[in-house]
């Protein structure tokens, strides 16, 4: 895995992009290593560029995953999206009666492609969903970039 996530730093912005879109879905990535290791000084790249591919790819791996629950195939869900029926009951009970702004949530580790899934499921409105989605990884991506130099 490291030399996974190191291929994925070098190629910087396509990196970043790749690493967000993969922890988007429902594979179990932590894009937030490459988006640390991109934005250190030493690497030179710079981190609102790396913030916006960021939020654009893990914004693409959320509504891939809200497309796999508008499907409504729970056997798909459950096969391709390696995502349990208990995940997504307890990302149901969560979203109960709170609609699409929800999807703010989606940025949460363990819960937060079970939170797409259901949108999706749930046929929450698609442009409030990707509007929340948005909002929020790009919270979490810029925190991940530019905290760690505020702190060093």
């Known amino acids: 895995m490291d030399a996974f996530v190191q291929f994925l730093i070098d190629y910087g912005y396509l990196g970043m992009f790749l690493s967000a879109f993969l922890a988007g879905t429902v ?20 981190p609102f560029l790396l913030v916006l591919w960021g939020t654009v790819g893990n914004v693409a791996g959320g509504m891939t995953c809200y497309w796999l629950g508008h499907l409504g195939k729970m056997e798909w869900i459950e096969k391709y999206g390696k995502v ?29 492609s079970a939170i797409s899934i259901v949108l999706g499921m749930m046929r929450a409105n698609i442009w409030i969903t990707l509007i929340a989605m948005t909002i929020g990884k790009a919270l979490r991506y810029s925190l991940c970039a530019f905290v760690p130099g505020w702190i060093a």
């Open 84 to 112: 349990k029926p208990e995940k997504l009951e307890k990302a149901q009970r969560f979203l109960q009666g709170r609609g699409a702004w929800m999807a703010f949530f989606a940025f949460l580790p363990i819960i937060g």
């Open 27 to 46: 594979f179990p990535f932590n894009s937030e290593l490459v988006m640390i290791g991109l934005a250190a000084p030493s690497v030179g790249l710079n």
